[in-house]
């Protein structure tokens, strides 16, 4: 199916569904909102008799190509750079979106923090595959990550960013971001994805995810952050 979402209209009846993906690997991107229905990823759903309307959610990325390099972390921190952060495992009640490994923010930079209130983490995509749709001046890119963390104190920052740059060669040509305020729940990872029109004449894409010290700016060396974590980076054009 290549629709991001299906909307079925409640009867009295039962229906059942066969979703075939085929070359793709799905997440749990399935849901159903009306209580009694079962729904197996890749596999049948079935929309028990009630009332109300289903609603079927699939990735939205479900036909493209994810263009990040390592964006689930499950080869450490390859194909990255940025300021200090750890690829790691389970831990602090944290469990990574998929695979078993995750990205922890560590610090804001690898000296003095007193001046910088960010972890950033980057890396460049080379889009030169995609030209000819470039050159139409109707493509598309689509940055998203999703973000968890703890809740040590009150001094715990909370907020995460995506955001990312296009370029023509080392000239920056346009950029986009986007924040959010992550809740505590230690079970639930939040998205947060930026749009960005690329201009015509686009090569590259250098992407960003970072975790900010919004609330309390930490003046020593060493760990900046209580346990932040980003995880399934993905780029689609």
Do not use: C
């Not at 390859?78 to 695979?99: E, F, H, K, L």
């Not at 305020?181 to 960003?208: C, F, R």
């Amino acid at each position: 199916d290549t629709a991001s979402s299906v909307t079925i209209g409640g009867t009295a009846n039962s229906h059942t569904f066969n979703i075939l993906v085929v070359g793709k690997t799905l997440a749990a991107d399935i849901i159903d909102i009306e209580s009694g229905d079962t729904a197996t990823v890749g596999g049948t759903l079935t929309i028990n008799a009630g009332t109300g309307d289903d609603v079927i959610n699939l990735d939205s990325n479900l036909n493209q190509t994810n263009l990040v390099v390592n964006g689930g972390f499950e080869s450490g921190l390859a194909s990255w750079t940025g300021d200090p952060a750890t690829a790691v495992t389970a831990q602090n009640g944290i469990t990574p979106r998929s695979g078993s490994q995750m990205q922890r923010f560590d610090a804001t930079e690898f000296g003095d923090p007193v001046g910088t209130t960010s972890a950033q983490r980057f890396q460049t995509v080379d889009v030169s595959a995609h030209s000819a749709l470039i050159a139409t001046g109707n493509a598309q890119v689509t940055l998203s990550s999703f973000f968890n963390r703890v809740q040590l104190d009150a001094q715990t920052d909370t907020s995460f960013t995506v955001e990312m740059t296009a370029y023509n060669g080392g000239t920056a040509l346009i950029s986009g971001f986007q924040s959010i305020n992550t809740d505590s729940n230690l079970a639930t990872w939040e998205l947060t994805q930026v749009v960005l029109a690329l201009p015509t004449n686009t090569t590259a894409v250098k992407i960003q995810i970072y975790a900010s010290e919004n609330v309390f700016n930490d003046t020593v060396n060493g760990t900046e952050f209580d346990g932040h974590y980003a995880d399934d980076v993905s780029l689609s054009i």
